[in-house]
């Protein structure tokens, strides 16, 4: 089993943090995505949520996956963000917290409108889940609400690296390993959930002995290891 991290944006508007996406590709052949970052035609020079270039096709082409090749889109939360691609994947399973899902097709949580012509398409498969769940031998999908209702965070089991938690936007920073004291963000809608779920993440990877791996860290990013390189 291969981890790869993908980089697929900036966020300007946080002082340049990176937007990562994560490629796992399993023993049985079995290609899994998480997350699908800003959108493809969103500015590269854009002062608020920028794309990278080469883009994620171009990231998975250098690892030698086409989206045909990707069966399961994991995603994390529908932010523009994270789900401004979902549409490159038609043939894909897309699973997802039901309790994100419904809040996205409820339209009542204005931020998630921003990319919805890109995740709300009929021929795009929908798989939801309640809370935690193995999605395939290796990889536990985390209940992690808080930032926003039904985010969800990735454990991945590897066999030389030991166990890597992708916590997503759960905990985006150092300082938000610490689940009494940690900042919020104008984006994190629900502080005591985030908390909670902070908690939770921090008691898993312990447990795990896992490697915490926060999106949007810019200390920590140069510190990984990235496409087309990977843990395994
Ligand atoms: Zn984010």
Redesign the pocket.
């Known amino acids: 089993m291969r981890l790869y991290l993908l980089e697929l944006g900036t966020?300007r508007y946080y002082k340049d943090r990176p937007?990562c996406g994560y490629l796992i590709r399993c023993d049985d052949g079995t290609d899994v995505l998480v997350d699908t970052g800003p959108a493809r035609d969103a500015d590269p020079d854009s002062p608020i949520i920028a794309r990278t270039d080469p883009g994620l096709l171009d990231q998975l082409a250098a690892i030698g996956v086409t989206p045909a090749d990707i069966d399961i889109v994991v995603c994390s939360?529908l932010?523009p963000?994270?789900a401004g691609n979902h549409d490159l994947f038609p043939d894909a399973e897309f699973v997802i917290q039901q309790s994100h899902l419904e809040l996205a097709r409820s339209g009542t949580e204005s931020r998630l409108e921003a990319t919805r012509h890109r995740w709300d398409l009929p021929h795009l498969k929908y798989r939801t889940v309640d809370g935690d769940v193995t999605l395939v031998p290796g990889i536990e999908l985390i209940e992690s609400s808080g930032?926003i209702t039904g985010h969800q965070s990735v454990l991945v089991r590897l066999p030389g690296a030991g166990a890597m938690l992708l916590a997503?936007?759960a905990i985006?920073q150092e300082a938000a390993m610490d689940p009494e004291n940690r900042p919020m963000t104008r984006?994190d809608l629900d502080a005591d959930a985030a908390r909670a779920s902070t908690r939770k993440l921090i008691d898993l990877a312990e447990q795990e002995n896992a490697m915490v791996i926060r999106?949007?860290d810019p200390k920590q990013w140069p510190t990984l290891t990235q496409w087309p390189s990977f843990y395994e």
């Open positions: 966020i937007v939360h932010d963000d994270h930032h997503v936007d985006t984006f999106n949007h």
